[in-house]
Every structure is written in structure tokens, then in C-alpha cells.
């Protein structure tokens, strides 16, 4: 398969499942939510090592926000819903009850896929306690909030979380003839993902140089450098660098369903190709370990075949 002059190798990337929340943060004005975003979601990239991979999936109006302010949704993935109830309140705690002005809520309500609220992801239930004696818990319509003191009055949160069983490590990866090119098209990939609901990019700017593949020649550790990928060791017998590849980069997607990565995966292909088909961008891959890392598999010519869907629902062919 060719997109403006970009081979689309016939191979899938392989995901794996992960329990997953998503979160509402609130605040005085845009600036300061996305100071409590930007700390919140810190050091979040990937499981190997952050406990949770965390990103911002959309900002939202005043209009969309539980206390009519603005905000963001936050989409968080772990390897376990043990992992997730210790991080999120931890965060939480570090990153948004110290930013000024912010409140934070449950933000899976109207999730397309099942909620649980057996065994829920903890926050004010956890946070409270800072309050040392004066905080204050409110029901309303049945959800229980806890209001607070602190210096700039109080702060407002939700006592617990719903959780969903998510998806982490769809990818697809970037080849070209030099680091500036796969660079723009994985900035034009991951900027045309953001738009896209139910999904992140948590690496930085959405996309990692240093792909990983399971196990390692050292006992420690259970992840270690993709050589497959590494133009540096193109002479190795396991290499999939072709001659004309001189960087890679990869794209990692995590998502509420198996639909919501297929659509990003999709998007992202087409934006990277249409911006640097012409201009050194010349393969386009996924990772995979033969179906042995996870049960989610996102082949791509089968995907590539289906139009592509917008944040505004419009559709793009691949052919176009």
C-alpha cells in the first residue's frame, strides 16, 4: 500500500490491555488549569517506569465542566487497578490540591464504554485528610464531594473515581531519510491526533526515539532498546532498516477502546504522510511481537482501508 509515495508495510502493531480512569480539572481560567495539567501529568509517559501514563485528552468550555469553569479531561492508563488507586490520588495530591484556584472531578460519566464503580480509584477519600479535621463532605444527587481549606479558600474534589479497562501501546512507526523529516511528520501525526477523542499520546510531543522491545540481556530489566529499529545497528542480522532509512520515530497511542486507536492510528498515518510524503518520509511500520505482547491487534492496511474520522466527524479516504 502507498500514501503520497509512503510504503505502508502490511504488519499490525500490538496493544495490550491496561486499567484506565479519566478525570475533570477545573480552575480560575485556562492558564492556571494548564499549569495543574502540566504538573499532573509529568513524568507520565510510559509504564515501564512512570507507574501511569497520563495526558490531557481535550481542553473543555465552561459550559462542559462540572462547577462551570474551565477545564480539561485527563485520560490516565496503568498496568493494574492496584497501580492506579496509589497513583492518581498521589498526583492529585502533589499536582493539583497545591495549584491555585483548581477543583478536580470524575470525568467517565459519559464514557462509551463500561464504568466501574465497584472498587472505585480514590481521591477525595485519600486528600481529605490534608483538611486535618475541618474538611467538609456535601452529597449531591447521589456523589459525594469533600470541600478543603485551603489558603485560597477551598479546594473541591470528588471522593472517588470510576475506572474502565483501556488500552495502551497501539503505535506505528516513522521512517525516513533523516531526523528533521521524521520529526515534522510525527509532529503533523501527533498534532492531528490530538483533536481526536478517547485517546493520548503520552510520550513527549506524542512520540518516543527510544522504542522499546521486551526483555533484555540484563535481569533487571524487563524492556530494553528496539535494535530492530536503531539505524545505528542497520548490520545486525534481527534489522528491519531498510537502506534508505536514516531515523525513526514512533508514535504511541493509548485509548478507551480498541475503535478509538484504530481511528487515531488511521488520522495519524494519513496527516504524516500528506505532510512529508514528498519530502523524505518513505515507510511507515508498526511494532509488534508476533502476538505475544497483547490481544489488541491493529493491522494496518485494514485499518488504512476504512476512511478516516475527525474530531468534527468529517471523513478522509486514505486514497485521497
Given at each position: 500500500?502507498?500514501?503520497?509515495?509512503?510504503?505502508?508495510?502490511d504488519?499490525f502493531?500490538?496493544?495490550?490491555?491496561?486499567?484506565?480512569?479519566?478525570?475533570?480539572?477545573?480552575?480560575?481560567?485556562?492558564?492556571?488549569?494548564?499549569?495543574?495539567?502540566?504538573?499532573?501529568?509529568g513524568?507520565?509517559?510510559?509504564v515501564?517506569?512512570?507507574?501511569?501514563?497520563?495526558?490531557?485528552e481535550?481542553?473543555?468550555?465552561?459550559?462542559?465542566?462540572p462547577?462551570?469553569?474551565?477545564?480539561?479531561?485527563?485520560?490516565?492508563?496503568?498496568?493494574?487497578?492496584?497501580e492506579?488507586?496509589?497513583?492518581?490520588p498521589?498526583?492529585?495530591?502533589q499536582?493539583?490540591?497545591?495549584?491555585?484556584t483548581?477543583?478536580?472531578?470524575?470525568?467517565?460519566?459519559?464514557?462509551?464504554?463500561?464504568?466501574?464503580?465497584?472498587?472505585?480509584?480514590?481521591?477525595?477519600?485519600s486528600?481529605?485528610?490534608?483538611?486535618?479535621?475541618?474538611?467538609?463532605?456535601?452529597?449531591?444527587?447521589?456523589?459525594?464531594?469533600?470541600?478543603?481549606?485551603?489558603?485560597?479558600?477551598?479546594?473541591?474534589?470528588?471522593?472517588?473515581?470510576?475506572?474502565?479497562?483501556?488500552i495502551?501501546?497501539?503505535?506505528?512507526?516513522?521512517?525516513?531519510?533523516?531526523?528533521?523529516?521524521?520529526?515534522?511528520?510525527?509532529?503533523?501525526a501527533?498534532?492531528?491526533?490530538?483533536?481526536?477523542?478517547?485517546?493520548?499520546?503520552?510520550?513527549?510531543?506524542?512520540?518516543?526515539?527510544?522504542?522499546?522491545?521486551?526483555?533484555?540481556?540484563?535481569?533487571?530489566?524487563?524492556?530494553?532498546?528496539?535494535?530492530?529499529?536503531?539505524?545505528?545497528?542497520?548490520h545486525?542480522?534481527?534489522?528491519?532498516?531498510?537502506?534508505?532509512t536514516?531515523?525513526?520515530?514512533?508514535?504511541?497511542?493509548?485509548?478507551?477502546n480498541?475503535?478509538?486507536?484504530?481511528?487515531?492510528?488511521?488520522?495519524?498515518?494519513?496527516?504524516?504522510?500528506k505532510?512529508?510524503?514528498?519530502?523524505?518520509?518513505?515507510?511507515?511500520?508498526?511494532?509488534?511481537?508476533?502476538?505475544?505482547?497483547?490481544?489488541?491487534?491493529?493491522?494496518?492496511?485494514?485499518?488504512?482501508?476504512?476512511?478516516?474520522?475527525?474530531s468534527?466527524?468529517?471523513?478522509?479516504d486514505?486514497?485521497?
Open positions: 500500500m502507498q500514501i503520497n509515495g509512503v510504503t505502508i508495510d504488519t502493531a500490538e496493544a495490550f490491555d491496561m486499567k484506565a480512569t479519566r478525570l475533570v480539572v477545573t480552575g480560575q481560567d485556562p492558564w492556571w488549569v494548564s499549569r495543574a495539567c502540566d504538573a499532573l501529568t513524568f507520565g509517559t510510559s515501564i517506569a512512570c507507574g501511569v501514563e497520563i495526558d490531557v481535550q481542553t473543555l468550555a465552561p459550559d462542559q465542566t462547577d462551570g469553569r474551565p477545564g480539561a479531561m485527563v485520560l490516565a492508563f496503568a498496568a493494574s487497578g492496584t492506579l488507586r496509589k497513583q492518581i498521589t498526583r492529585c495530591g499536582c493539583v490540591l497545591t495549584c491555585p483548581t477543583a478536580v472531578f470524575d470525568g467517565t460519566g459519559d464514557l462509551s464504554v463500561p464504568v466501574h464503580r465497584d472498587d472505585p480509584v480514590p481521591l477525595g477519600k486528600l481529605r485528610f490534608f483538611g486535618d479535621g475541618h474538611q467538609i463532605s456535601k452529597s449531591i444527587d447521589a456523589v459525594r464531594y469533600w470541600r478543603i481549606p485551603v489558603m485560597d479558600g477551598e479546594f473541591v474534589c470528588q471522593h472517588d473515581l470510576g475506572w474502565f479497562s483501556g495502551g501501546g497501539g503505535n506505528f512507526l516513522l521512517c525516513g531519510d533523516s531526523v528533521a523529516v521524521v520529526a515534522d511528520a510525527c509532529r503533523a501527533t498534532e492531528a491526533i490530538a483533536s481526536l477523542p478517547g485517546v493520548i499520546t503520552p510520550f513527549p510531543g506524542g512520540a518516543t526515539r527510544s522504542g522499546s522491545k521486551v526483555g533484555s540481556k540484563y535481569d533487571a530489566l524487563f524492556a530494553s532498546t528496539n535494535e530492530a529499529f536503531c539505524p545505528t545497528l542497520r545486525l542480522p534481527q534489522s528491519q532498516i531498510d537502506a534508505q536514516h531515523a525513526v520515530l514512533e508514535v504511541v497511542i493509548d485509548g478507551v480498541h475503535a478509538s486507536i484504530a481511528n487515531a492510528t488511521r488520522v495519524g498515518i494519513l496527516a504524516a504522510a505532510k512529508c510524503g514528498s519530502q523524505g518520509l518513505h515507510r511507515i511500520t508498526a511494532g509488534n511481537y508476533g502476538g505475544k505482547l497483547g490481544k489488541h491487534h491493529f493491522h494496518l492496511h485494514a485499518l488504512l482501508s476504512e476512511p478516516a474520522v475527525s468534527d466527524s468529517s471523513a478522509e486514505a486514497s485521497s
